[in-house]
């Protein structure tokens, strides 16, 4: 956390911050209470963003989504906001954030280094907003690069069509659910639409035409797919799966298309591999955030994400259909590159930056994506979402998300109460999870642990899951380790599974012995047998902490 920049007014994200603690857990009138000065606090921040510092060379140019006034002007469209609404597409979804207040556009910054730069430090700074670059030096005006779009809870919420205001449980809760009853709806086909605005084939694709930026100093490229979704199809079965999956521009008409073992789209690329075809796939760079968001996320196998997202919104995605592969288009994305990737063209890809925090897979040969047609609206928006040291963009949203449906998926496999989860943001939402359980039986932490371990959620490349008592808030490292600290020993608290699903991206695993890892199960609840007997624990109640709280703030203060 050293590295994040902390502002007094801001509480952008609850990962490692004692402002959740503070609030007590789950305890509505003091999120209510936090949010205030949130308010009058970001308000501050804006505002001072709106000024350009006389240091910036004279191209660097703040401006706006029409390049006129200020944002705040869609009144209506806030009180929408206020009860959610959802978006079709990123152009929508841009307006809206504008509208509360958390869009800059930025013009003349160069893709070279400072796209790069600034957007490293978005992801690391509590608050700051969702940055629309253009006129990006080089390259055609229009063409933009939206980052740190999902930075902050509130344009979380946005995406997701809920209340704008939403806390962090209340957005938790509301995503469970939203797993728990969503019904697929079959994506409409439709003969064209904004994605068929400009359509180049064969020798007319030119990939270099698009502001991609050097992420970080040590990329082996540039990588035009970052927050992108990409289309495939089970061979077997017709399932269309939606993944996000790295995509680094390698000539004018081709890519890399990298997939860690396990992975959807990896599945479906062995089994065309197998059979010595190519992989028909479609990569949407610039798309609804909704849909990114599904790509992103690991859905059950078979699930549509195109359905499920068409299903969460209550109307289908329009979609064009593939003229080489037949694939579902979203007729309102941004971009999209259609074409098939070789089993026996290889490239080096990478290195690339990676969510763990290193370029930790370097450079390997890995199948050429070869893009047979290009098919981009006008002025298009690329999506990036470049990885970094965590916790970054990704997952400074997915934290809440992952979190839920850790949960939800330990409640399917029939693991009793669970009080919380939470999967932090430091491990990358991956590598330190926590589980809070009301123990009720001899065994229980142990299965909580286990199972948390290995469901879709907890299973590829994991390392720590933690199991601690109700009492303990999950998502404060602090209290975490303080009850690692002092309810395990780790002579009878601590157990591994050898041999777990990892891939090459993991850091701990020595280059060519990459592929498995192992899982350390800490059950840092209270001993079963002797649990009455524990010592209790000093402090107060979130309840008795409010209660103090309102009497004493003078004090506290
Ligand atoms: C910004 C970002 C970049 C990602 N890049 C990759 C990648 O290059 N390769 C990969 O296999 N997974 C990558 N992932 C993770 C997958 O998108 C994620 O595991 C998702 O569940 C994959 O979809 P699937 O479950 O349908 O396979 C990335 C995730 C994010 C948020
Ligand atoms: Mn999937």
């Not at 068929?196 to 502001?211: G, R, S």
Request: aromatic share 8%; glycine share 10%.
């Amino acid at each position: 956390m050293a590295e994040r920049v902390h502002q007094s007014f801001t509480v952008g994200n609850p990962v490692g911050q004692r402002d959740l603690t503070a609030q007590g857990f789950h305890s509505e009138a003091n999120v209510g209470q936090s949010d205030q000065q949130v308010k009058g606090g970001s308000h501050m921040l804006h505002e001072a963003r709106r000024t350009k510092p006389p240091e910036l060379p004279d191209e660097v140019r703040l401006s706006s989504l029409d390049g006129k006034g200020a944002d705040g002007k869609g009144q209506d469209l806030l009180a929408r906001l206020a009860n959610g609404a959802p978006h079709d597409d990123l152009r929508d979804w841009l307006a809206m954030v504008d509208a509360i207040g958390e869009l800059r556009v930025l013009e003349g910054v160069d893709a070279e280094e400072n796209i790069g730069r600034v957007s490293e430090m978005l992801h690391h700074t509590d608050g700051a907003p969702a940055v629309l670059f253009d006129h990006i030096p080089g390259f055609q005006p229009g063409y933009r690069i939206l980052v740190n779009a999902q930075g902050e809870r509130r344009r979380l919420a946005v995406s997701l069509g809920l209340p704008v205001e939403i806390g962090t449980w209340e957005l938790m809760d509301a995503w469970e659910k939203l797993m728990d009853e969503t019904k697929p709806v079959q994506h409409r086909m439709v003969d064209s639409g904004p994605i068929t605005e400009n359509v180049f084939e064969q020798d007319d694709v030119d990939l270099l035409k698009f502001p991609t930026p050097l992420w970080h100093p040590q990329d082996g490229g540039r990588y035009l797919g970052t927050g992108d979704a990409v289309l495939t199809r089970d061979p077997d079965s017709g399932w269309v799966n939606t993944g996000t999956y790295r995509v680094q521009v390698h000539s004018r008409n081709t890519t890399g298309l990298y997939i860690s073992p396990g992975k959807h789209g990896r599945i479906h690329r062995d089994k065309y591999f197998e059979r010595g075809e190519p992989l028909p796939a479609v990569v949407l760079c610039g798309l609804d955030p909704l849909l990114f968001i599904a790509s992103a996320l690991e859905m059950a196998p078979g699930v549509s994400e195109l359905e499920w997202v068409g299903g969460m919104r209550g109307r289908p995605i329009e979609c064009i259909q593939g003229k080489h592969t037949g694939l579902p288009i979203p007729a309102r994305a941004e971009i999209a590159l259609e074409g098939f990737l070789h089993p026996d063209r290889q490239q080096l890809e990478g290195p690339f930056g990676e969510w763990t925090g290193y370029y930790a897979s370097a450079s390997r040969q890995e199948p050429v994506f070869e893009v047979k047609a290009l098919y981009h609206r006008n002025d298009p928006v690329i999506l990036g979402v470049p990885p970094e040291k965590p916790p970054y963009e990704a997952h400074r949203f997915r934290q809440y998300l992952r979190s839920a449906n850790l949960r939800r998926e330990l409640r399917l496999a029939g693991v009793p109460d669970v009080a919380a989860v939470w999967c932090h943001g430091v491990g990358g939402c991956r590598l330190f999870n926590v589980v809070a359980i009301k123990q009720r039986y001899a065994g229980h932490s142990r299965q909580a642990g286990h199972v948390a371990s290995m469901t879709r959620t907890g299973a590829y490349l994991g390392r720590f899951t933690v199991v601690v008592d109700e009492d303990i808030d999950v998502s404060d490292l602090d209290e975490v380790i303080w009850a690692i600290c002092t309810r395990s020993d780790p002579d009878r608290s601590l157990d591994i599974i050898h041999r777990a699903w990892s891939g090459p991206l993991d850091p701990a695993i020595r280059p060519g012995e990459k592929g498995f890892n192992s899982r350390l199960i800490i059950d840092a609840t209270r001993p079963w047998e002797w649990k009455d007997e524990f010592p209790p624990a000093i402090g107060p109640t979130p309840e008795e902490k409010r209660i103090t709280r309102d009497r004493w703030s003078w004090i506290l203060s």
